[in-house]
């Protein structure tokens, strides 16, 4: 159905232009666009009144993503811990944001006869929990948030932003490795948006430079900032707890601790099948890049290793194509 709304407002945009051009009467123009409206409605009507038609091609949660993000990683593996059927529908990356004006990840979920979309990762976490928690008590329990969880997950999802920051400022000099890791060469996403990812590349690489303000300063605060994050983990884990808020018993904190940090680490699993064809070996990497990621590893072994331990008994789906990391 979505589908069918798109061409409809694709027509009313393009519709101005088949008149200038056909130079059509006001009568004639006028029943084209009452025809145009008046399929719009029955696009609608249908929706509602077929939803069991509806019902069979629209699954019920849909996870709008860009393959590499580390937020989307961090829900796509809290859905795969859950074990709920979804679609995830890859976009180019910054095309969602400088486009649609909307931001990934986001899911979509049916929720009576229409459908209703969630942004932003920790919210999409509350309604997974809202929504599952009585359904199925024991495959959702590590999506419990409490007091503790929630200043950790914020600390996380900062953190996220810096790291957003330290990726940009190592890969936007650098044309075909900022297009790899937006997808223009991810066979996943339609062929049109990877055209447009090379097309557009200098102005969504403007936009995204003055929507970060990327600088040295600010690159180099948030280094900071992510050394700090690790420094705390690295003593959490230090009396060899098994999940970073204490116990044993793991929690969505642990796992978007290692999300978020998997896109500076990129461990083996990282998207659970759904990156690897985003990813960056570390021969293609710039220097300095590479640089940070050593001093990461080295200053931060138990945080490293806790990430990488996490991936290998979690994220290893069967089916991922994932190859051994080569750092
Ligand atoms: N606070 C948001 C941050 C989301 C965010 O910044 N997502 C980035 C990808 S990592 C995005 O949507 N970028 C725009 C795009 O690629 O279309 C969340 O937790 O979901």
């Excluded at 589908?3 to 006001?26: D, F, K």
């Excluded at 948006?193 to 303000?213: E, N």
């Excluded at 985003?278 to 200053?299: E, G, S, T």
Aim: with cysteine; hydrophobic share 45%.
């Amino acid at each position: 159905m979505s589908t069918a709304r798109t061409i409809n407002s694709l027509m009313l945009l393009i519709l101005p232009l088949v008149v200038a051009v056909a130079g059509l009467g006001w009568l004639v123009t006028l029943a084209l666009l009452l025809l145009l409206l008046l399929w719009r409605w029955l696009i609608i009507l249908s929706g509602i009144s077929a939803p069991a038609r509806n019902r069979s091609n629209n699954p019920e949660l849909v996870l709008d993503s860009i393959s590499a993000s580390h937020y989307v990683e961090k829900v796509r593996w809290c859905l795969d811990r859950l074990g709920v059927a979804y679609e995830e529908q890859p976009a180019g990356g910054t095309l969602g944001a400088f486009f649609l004006g909307r931001t990934v990840p986001r899911l979509r979920c049916r929720t009576g006869l229409v459908q209703s979309s969630i942004g932003n990762s920790a919210e999409i976490l509350r309604y997974l929990w809202g929504r599952y928690h009585a359904e199925r008590p024991e495959s959702a329990e590590f999506l419990r948030a409490d007091e503790q969880r929630l200043q950790l997950e914020q600390h996380l999802d900062r953190t996220g932003r810096d790291l957003q920051v330290w990726v940009y400022y190592h890969l936007l000099p650098h044309r075909a490795l900022t297009l790899h890791a937006w997808g223009a060469n991810n066979p996943a996403l339609p062929a049109w948006q990877r055209l447009l990812l090379r097309i557009l590349f200098p102005v969504l690489r403007l936009l995204i430079r003055r929507a970060f303000g990327i600088t040295t300063a600010r690159y180099e605060k948030a280094v900071q900032h992510v050394d700090q994050l690790l420094h705390q983990s690295e003593q959490q884990l230090a009396d060899g707890r098994g999940s970073l808020l204490g116990g044993d018993q793991l929690n969505y904190t642990d796992f978007s601790f290692a999300a978020i940090n998997g896109l500076w680490l990129m461990p083996d699993g990282y998207g659970g099948g759904h990156a690897d064809a985003v990813r960056l070996r570390a021969d293609q990497r710039p220097a300095a890049m590479n640089r940070d990621i050593q001093h990461w590893r080295q200053d931060y072994p138990l945080s490293t290793a806790f990430i990488e331990q996490l991936y290998r008994a979690e994220r290893k789906l069967p089916g991922s194509t994932v190859q051994p990391s080569q750092d």
